[in-house]
């Protein structure tokens, strides 16, 4: 199983009932003496029974929501300062019935809370059946990304990642026992929520294979089963989907793999890890494009950030094609929620690799484009 902690907040439950709205109350403290917090879902709401979203005003350093909701589920709190958002909290769960938390804010970072209900204090319970287990994957990665290309590191990095997938299939078969031994928890349930996040894997489908009824038919788990679907589209091995796409000009066209190896990534105006990618990628343009190599750039700016991705464009200008995914449709289509997300296709457009960095990509290119 892909194990998913999210800023060092793993979304963990253990057994809840889901069949009727019950009451909460959550009564904080937070070391701001006034402003307004608010509460929201942590992941879409299209994941969640209801919406969670409201606010409080804070009152000499305190706060409370008051509300329904059918099982627990994964919130964050945040304060802003006018229109931005300045202080921000990691992931915790909002429970049924009376709670109390304590939230330590930082400007640089998300700052966890403190919350004393059911959901957290089975937290550290479950964590425990992963401990061994991750500890020795963080060194394993430690490790991986140490290694350099000389034949001695070849050897090693064949013999740890060996090691590394014996202990990811050793997770993995923790989750499926849990969610047998618990059937009515949620906790495995949101783990793999968060997991879809990171791209289609064939365990998300031995998972959804693998859910109790009661937890299928629950709103996450009916998502999460959709999510599933549509990150097959996009599995290592699969035909990549034809797109409609709008060129800067507005005209339709359609996205199509014509070249020996293309990449198509998808990206916005705004987001400066996709941009930071664009030097590496037009030294390998350059190098390659004419052996065989195509790049196609995918923006999912919307409405007024069209004029923005228009005006970026002239203001740097790239030499591969650049088109617009109008409402971000074929983003939606293909569950894509992270940005930058890449797909290299083969001539006949099947996916070979994703999300691969310049260095990466050239490498490839360079083995395989003579």
């Known amino acids: 199983m892909i194990r998913i902690c999210l800023l060092y907040i793993c979304l963990l439950f253990a057994q809840y009932?889901?069949?009727?709205?019950?009451?909460?109350?959550?009564?904080?403290?937070?070391?701001?003496?006034t402003g307004t917090v608010y509460m929201m879902a942590a992941f879409t709401l299209v994941y969640f029974p209801e919406d969670i979203?409201?606010?409080?005003?804070?009152?000499?350093?305190?706060?409370?929501?008051?509300?329904?909701?059918?099982?627990?589920?994964?919130?964050?709190?945040?304060?802003?300062?006018?229109?931005?958002?300045?202080?921000?909290?990691?992931?915790?769960?909002?429970?049924?019935?009376?709670?109390?938390?304590?939230?330590?804010?930082?400007?640089?970072?998300?700052?966890?809370?403190?919350?004393?209900n059911a959901a957290t204090k089975e937290q550290?319970?479950?964590?425990?059946l992963y401990k061994q287990n991750d500890e020795r994957l963080y060194q394993l990665n430690v490790s991986l990304n140490g290694l350099g290309t000389d034949a001695n590191s070849a050897t090693i990095r064949v013999r740890l990642?060996?090691?590394?997938d014996s202990l990811e299939r050793a997770n993995e078969q923790i989750t499926l026992n849990n969610l047998r031994q618990h059937p009515k928890s949620f906790i495995p349930l949101w783990d793999m929520v968060y997991a879809l996040d990171r791209g289609y894997n064939p365990f998300l489908d031995s998972f959804?294979?693998?859910?109790?009824?009661?937890?299928?038919?629950?709103?996450?788990?009916?998502?999460?089963?959709?999510?599933?679907?549509?990150?097959?589209?996009?599995?290592?091995g699969s035909v990549f989907p034809a797109m409609e796409v709008s060129d800067i000009k507005?005209?339709?066209?359609?996205?199509?793999a014509k070249h020996k190896y293309t990449l198509v990534d998808f990206w916005y105006t705004s987001c400066f890890p996709c941009r930071r990618?664009?030097?590496?990628?037009?030294?390998?343009?350059?190098?390659?494009?004419?052996?065989?190599?195509?790049?196609?750039?995918?923006?999912?700016?919307?409405?007024?950030?069209?004029?923005?991705?228009?005006?970026?464009?002239?203001?740097?200008?790239?030499?591969?094609?650049?088109?617009?995914?109008?409402?971000?449709?074929?983003?939606?289509?293909?569950?894509?929620?992270?940005y930058p997300t890449s797909f290299l296709l083969d001539s006949e457009g099947r996916i070979l690799k994703q999300d691969m960095l310049p260095d990466e990509l050239e490498k490839f290119l360079e083995a395989n484009l003579k």
């Open 17 to 33: 009932g889901y069949a009727q709205k019950s009451d909460y109350t959550l009564r904080g403290t937070v070391d701001v003496d």
């Open 53 to 116: 979203s409201t606010s409080s005003p804070i009152t000499k350093g305190k706060f409370s929501f008051s509300g329904s909701i059918s099982y627990p589920v994964p919130a964050i709190l945040y304060i802003k300062a006018g229109d931005k958002i300045k202080y921000r909290s990691t992931i915790f769960f909002l429970d049924k019935g009376e709670q109390k938390a304590d939230w330590k804010v930082d400007e640089k970072y998300s700052s966890a809370v403190n919350i004393n």
């Open 277 to 338: 990618l664009f030097p590496g990628f037009k030294k390998i343009y350059e190098t390659y494009h004419d052996k065989g190599f195509e790049l196609i750039a995918i923006s999912t700016d919307e409405g007024k950030y069209i004029n923005d991705w228009k005006q970026f464009l002239n203001d740097n200008p790239l030499p591969w094609p650049q088109y617009l995914d109008d409402n971000k449709r074929n983003a939606e289509m293909l569950l894509i929620t992270r």
């Open 161 to 164: 990642q060996r090691e590394k």
């Open 208 to 236: 959804n294979n693998a859910l109790p009824a009661q937890l299928k038919n629950s709103v996450t788990g009916k998502a999460y089963s959709a999510g599933v679907e549509k990150l097959r589209m996009t599995a290592i």
């Open 250 to 256: 507005g005209q339709k066209t359609m996205v199509s």
């Open 124 to 128: 550290a319970q479950y964590l425990d």
